[in-house]
């Protein structure tokens, strides 16, 4: 079975300013049928129906769900894990990582919207077990960690970071300005390196810094791009 991951860009869609253009969430005050489109291009792009793209209802959790049906509606977590070829499973975020996971030996995919609440919850662990229980091997899972806001940027309270590096080891660091901050690719890399992943990717984007992507820190109100994974048939 091969794993087809992809991650979406602003560029393309049909959402109108502060959104535009390929915003695909749903409830950050879009229009509606702007998002329902976007959604619809995306599947067609993927070779998929609509109803194919399974999303979450994040919730900033490590909760981790595996889905063996289209489940026609969101799901309440933060990651989904799928054995099922032809499900698009979508994690969307404006600075969160999104975390792809493909066993591709297993036939086993995972998409994870990795927030910091989640990250250092220990959101990867839930998702590696979750794979595994899906009948991946946890030394043949391959991860991407999608663009995300990096260390250089994503400044937080000292008390914050603190926090971040007992219970996330790694993502502790300093912002360009030199005040405490975090750095979530680099802990959950950490994290999954010593679960023992085959390999780890980082795409090197901050969202922060990359106007091709959507950021929450740096607009406010702004869409949302996505990491999607599935499994296609051979």
């Not at 999104?98 to 919207?113: S, T, Y």
């Amino acid at each position: 079975m091969r794993a087809r991951r992809v991650v979406t860009s602003r560029r393309g869609g049909a959402s109108a300013p502060p959104y535009d253009t390929f915003n695909l969430g749903g409830s950050v005050g879009d229009d509606p049928a702007a998002v329902a489109a976007n959604r619809a291009r995306l599947a067609a792009e993927l070779g998929l129906a609509d109803s194919a793209l399974v999303l979450m209802g994040q919730t900033h959790s490590d909760h981790v769900r595996v889905i063996d049906a289209i489940p026609g509606g969101l799901v309440g977590c933060d990651g989904l894990v799928t054995a099922v070829a032809g499900i698009a499973l979508v994690a969307l975020a404006a600075d969160c990582v999104p975390m792809l996971l493909a066993d591709e030996r297993a036939g086993v995919v995972g998409a994870v919207h990795a927030g910091r609440p989640g990250s250092v919850a220990g959101i990867a662990e839930r998702a590696v077990e979750a794979m595994a229980g899906a009948g991946a091997g946890v030394d043949s899972i391959d991860v991407l960690l999608g663009p995300a806001i990096c260390g250089r940027c994503y400044e937080v309270p000292a008390a914050m970071a603190a926090d971040g590096e007992h219970r996330l080891p790694g993502s502790a660091c300093r912002t360009a300005a030199g005040t405490p901050g975090l750095d979530l690719r680099a802990g959950l890399a950490r994290a999954l390196v010593g679960l023992g992943v085959a390999r780890v990717v980082v795409d090197p984007r901050c969202t922060a810094e990359d106007p091709e992507l959507f950021s929450y820190r740096r607009d406010g109100v702004t869409g949302r791009h996505a990491g999607v994974a599935l499994l296609v048939p051979p």
